[in-house]
């Protein structure tokens, strides 16, 4: 596998289950992302982990928990999730813009394609 | 804070026309600019990036300048395909450590 892996692909769910996506990225990158992708809205930047840590919590409501057990992998744990959490969920991964010459260059992955029933 | 302004869609084409779609910035540092490429079903593509006041990014026949003098990176192509159909984000990223910060997003059709 190259570049940034997501897992599934697709997934229904309905708001009582809970479920994970998870990504994996195979370029030795340092920052790893979670984005929304709605219909008809902007990308919304949900969580950023860089080295394994925490550094931005985009107001996320708590029905989604972010892990990131090491720099190449990061799941999205998902709970009581809602109707409107329906959309394609990204993850990106980048370098240590301190390694990359003070670009942040991100990779995507292909997204989860989630519904909410 | 930092802002990245592109032209509302959708934009419609013939094929082999030429496209321009605007992308405007507002940044408190010296950020690298970029381009980003979602075809239907995908995640977003890297098309083309410029880290300085200048630079030309180019790939696949799509080109843009990064202007500093009128805060724009507007991208270009002299002749689109059924195959560029897709949806184009305008982005940067300022100094440091900090996340990409995107517009909303332009929707390209080409049509045969």
């Known amino acids: 596998e190259t570049g940034v ?5 697709h997934l229904v769910m309905g708001m009582t289950n809970k479920k994970s996506l998870k990504c994996e990225q195979h370029l030795g990158h340092n920052a790893m992302y ?3 992708q ?3 809205k902007p990308l919304e930047l949900m969580f950023v982990y860089n080295f394994k840590e925490q550094t931005e919590n985009n107001s996320v409501p708590s029905r989604f928990s972010p892990e990131c057990p090491n720099s190449s992998h990061l799941f999205l744990h998902l709970h009581t999730l809602q109707p409107e959490d329906s959309a394609l969920y990204l993850c990106a991964s980048s370098q240590d813009p301190a390694i990359s010459g003070g670009v942040n260059e991100q990779f995507f992955g292909p997204g989860t394609r989630l519904t909410v029933l | 804070g930092d802002s990245v302004t592109q032209m509302e869609g959708p934009v419609t084409l ?4 030429f496209l321009t779609i605007n992308c405007t910035y507002t940044a408190t540092g ?3 600019l970029f381009w980003y490429v979602q075809y239907p079903g995908e995640g977003l593509q890297l098309l083309l990036k410029a880290t300085k006041a200048d630079d030309k990014g180019s790939n696949k026949g799509f080109e843009a300048t990064y202007r500093k003098e009128t805060t724009s990176f507007h991208l270009e192509k002299g002749s689109v395909q059924v195959s560029d159909s897709a949806v184009y984000f305008c982005a940067l990223s300022d100094s440091g450590n900090t996340p990409l910060v995107f517009g909303k997003g332009t929707r390209l059709s080409v049509i045969a």
């Open chain 1, 5 to 9: 892996t997501q897992t599934p692909r």
């Open chain 1, 38 to 40: 709605s219909a008809k």
């Open chain 1, 34 to 36: 979670w984005y929304k």
């Open chain 2, 30 to 32: 010296y950020p690298s």
């Open chain 2, 14 to 17: 013939s094929e082999e026309a």
